[in-house]
Structures are given as C-alpha cells and as structure tokens.
C-alpha cells in the first residue's frame, strides 16, 4: 500500500530557515499537501502542491517537489518560535481515490 | 465561516461504555472523513462519506465502530461498547469534491478509556 514516511524531528534557531522532508511511495499521487498540529489542536492546511509542478511558494513557505524521486520538502524561511509544532506531510493518490495517507510527523522545535 | 466543529472535544469513559463522536461539516462541503490519531499508528483514515453516503469504511477497525450521516452536514462516530485500546483523537474532516479538493480538520475530540 501506499507509505510516506518523514524525519521524527528538527531543531533550528529562530530566524533560521527550516527544511522538511517528506519520501512517498505512490508514483500515482496527485496532489501533496503539507500541515501543521500545534500541542492539543487540530490539522491545520499550510500548502498543497500539484504533482506536475516542482515548485510552489507562499509566502515564508517553499514546497519543493521531485516526483521522480518522490521527494517532497518544505521549507520555512525565517523561522519563528511560533513555527514549532508538528509538520505532516500527506498524499492523495490517483483520481477517485480521495483519502489523505499521512507520514508520521516531524516535530520542529524553534530555540530562540 | 465557522470551520468544521466536533464535539465532545474531551471524552473520558469507563471500558464497556457506548461513545458517540459528532461532527458538523462547513457550509457548503459535501464529504466527511473520520481520521485517528495514536501515537502508535499515526494519522489513519477510518471511513469517508461523500453526499451523505459511506464510500470507504475499510478503516474502520471493528463492528464496534459505526459511522452515520443522517444529514447533509452532520455526522456521528459510535464506539459500543469502548474499550482502553480505543483511546485516541478523533478527527474529522470537510471538504468539497473537485479536483483542487482540500480537507479542512477539526480541532478534535481526545478520547480516553478507561
């Protein structure tokens, strides 16, 4: 089945850029997404990138895209304290097929 | 707009107990998904709903998880009876169909049994 899997965890210092990883296994995916969990809330939608792009940016946020690899990165410019939290990456595979497969997260922890 | 709204937020019961899980979808969406979040599994998808009919439940882990749509906006998660392994945090999630589709999580419903 499919599988997309992420660091557990990164460390910067405030005003750093960031660098998230993400490797999935479904050469059929059609859109990537990334999210961010803060402690005892929900998902919340950063940024998606359509799988026949290879760049995506908004804002302090780059969405890096190597489908060949099937690599995904997001990197956070600037990075703040109020950037730390949990980042998910997560896939939607071929049309028709609409359930998100999630990696496991990459805690980010912002020192100032 | 208010976003997708899940209630209780908080859930504490005793093993044996029936649990019943709501969501309310954002105006205008016409799907639902009920996620689980442990940190043993990770993020799992346990049943999708599109217009109100269940398309996906091969997530859901056994006869004693039901799911229910009884209307367009709204949809209920039933554990009977619960049992400590199903302590975890429901998240359900709205979004409309299309090909650009997104979905929109709620804040969560932490369940813990006892």
């Known amino acids: 089945g499919e599988d997309v899997e992420q660091s557990l965890f990164l460390s910067v210092r405030e005003g750093d850029s960031s660098v998230i990883n993400c490797t999935y296994t479904?050469?059929?995916?059609?859109?990537l997404y990334w999210y961010k969990q803060e402690p005892g809330a929900g998902l919340q939608l950063l940024t998606y990138?359509?799988?026949?792009?290879d760049m995506k940016q908004d804002q302090r946020l780059t969405v890096l895209l190597n489908k060949k690899d099937k690599h995904l990165s997001l990197r956070i410019a600037d990075t703040q304290t109020g950037d730390s939290a949990i980042y998910f990456c997560?896939?939607?595979?071929?049309?028709?097929?609409?359930?998100?497969?999630f990696g496991s997260g990459t805690r980010l922890q912002v020192q100032p | 707009d208010a976003g997708v709204i899940q209630s209780p937020r908080h859930e504490v019961t005793e093993m044996g107990q029936e649990v019943t899980l709501r969501c309310k979808l954002i105006?205008?969406?016409?799907?639902l998904f009920w996620y689980r979040q442990t940190m043993m599994r990770g993020l799992e998808l346990l049943i999708y709903?599109?217009?109100?009919?269940?398309?996906?439940d091969s997530g859901m882990p056994e006869d004693r998880f039901s799911a229910k749509m009884p209307n367009a906006s709204f949809s209920t998660l039933k554990i009977q009876p619960s049992e400590p392994r199903d302590s975890a945090v429901y998240f359900c999630?709205?979004?409309?169909?299309?090909?650009?589709?997104?979905?929109?999580f709620g804040p969560g419903t932490r369940l813990l049994v006892l």
């Open positions: 999630a709205s979004s409309q169909t299309g090909e650009r589709e997104t979905q929109y």
């Open positions: 479904d050469s059929s995916s059609t859109y």
């Open positions: 990138i359509f799988s026949n792009m």
């Open positions: 997560a896939e939607r595979g071929a049309a028709g097929r609409r359930a998100l497969t």
């Open positions: 105006s205008g969406h016409n799907s």
């Open positions: 709903f599109n217009n109100n009919v269940p398309i996906d």
